[in-house]
């Protein structure tokens, strides 16, 4: 008998699919959805025991022992009308929306030209600018080094300390730089230069319309960034009477009677009129992470294709 019909004779073996593409059975299929209604359940619940504490009204918040509510029995705005009342919880949350809003545009103008100048080749100083770009991305000053400077430079004491030492950050700026050399594609931009399109016309009408995607999630770090600022606020602004909205709800959290030097002092929040002091704590953290909760669903949908096309690409 030849070796070839030894060779025929022995079974075939079917072609199977690999173990993590097989239909999953049954019991897998069940534990995966308690695991994820576990999941849900444990992000969920604490964020609605949250706003449910800050609709709660005194009365219900007398009951529960001042702990926070799931359900509860009486419902009040009064700790919303105190922090929209003109005192000094609104003007930390106006400072905070205003931080925001301006660092953001400031961070955006610098982040967008630096990333063009550095994405085109040739430009002034170009591997000199990047090398010093990625010496402070990997090595970042501590703590003091940046008290110095911020000392020294005037900003002491002045809500600039909050914006100028972080209005340019190192990873979006590389981020958006690699888009823009991969995305963009280089025989438009020597079309456009061959037309006598400037780099400006050029940035503002052709790369700017074609990295919508990106933008959008840069725009969204550095607003995160800015409305989530506190470590910068106490170590560079402890004498301003006004405080962001963060610094404001540290405060109010290690406080026992709410917030010190507001428009609603102690005596007020033990009257039967004032907002109960856990509704009023509980209705800052509501109005501290609403905003971003609002903004996330709009830009989620360009983080996968913008952040990978950005990141891996370059």
């Known amino acids: 008998m030849s070796t070839t019909d030894i060779r025929s004779r022995k079974p075939r073996v079917k072609n199977r699919r690999p173990s993590w593409d097989d239909e999953p059975s049954l019991l897998g299929k069940l534990t995966k959805a308690a695991f994820l209604i576990c999941y849900a359940a444990a992000i969920i619940i604490p964020l609605w025991a949250v706003v449910a504490t800050s609709f709660a009204s005194e009365e219900a918040l007398n009951k529960a022992g001042g702990n926070l509510l799931l359900l509860p029995t009486e419902l009040s705005l009064r700790a919303y009308e105190e922090i929209f009342s003109g005192g000094a919880l609104t003007d930390s949350l106006i400072l905070t929306i205003i931080l925001t809003a301006g660092g953001t545009a400031i961070s955006m103008v610098l982040t967008i030209g630096a990333a063009y100048g550095l994405s085109r080749p040739g430009s002034l100083a ?61 025989e438009l931009i020597d079309a456009a230069k061959m037309d006598g399109a400037g780099e400006f016309r050029i940035l503002f009408k052709l790369v700017l319309p074609m990295s919508k995607a990106i933008l959008a999630v840069i725009a969204l770090f550095y607003a995160v960034m800015y409305w989530n600022i506190y470590f910068q606020a106490v170590l560079y602004t402890p004498g301003l009477d006004t405080q962001p909205i963060q610094v404001v709800l540290q405060r109010m959290l290690m406080s026992t009677q709410g917030l010190p030097g507001a428009a609603s002092n102690a005596a007020q929040y033990q009257s039967t009129a004032a907002a109960p002091t856990a509704a009023l704590k509980m209705a800052v953290v509501v109005c501290t992470i609403v905003p971003i909760v609002i903004m996330y669903p709009f830009i989620q949908k360009h983080f996968t294709k913008a952040v990978i096309t950005g990141a891996i690409k370059g």
């Open 126 to 186: 170009h591997r000199p600018l990047l090398m010093l770009i990625l010496f402070t991305f990997l090595f970042a000053p501590g703590m003091y080094p940046s008290f110095l400077v911020v000392q020294k430079l005037g900003l002491f004491d002045s809500y600039w300390s909050l914006i100028l030492p972080m209005a340019l950050n190192a990873f979006n700026l590389i981020v958006l730089r690699s888009f823009f050399m991969n995305s963009v594609p280089t």
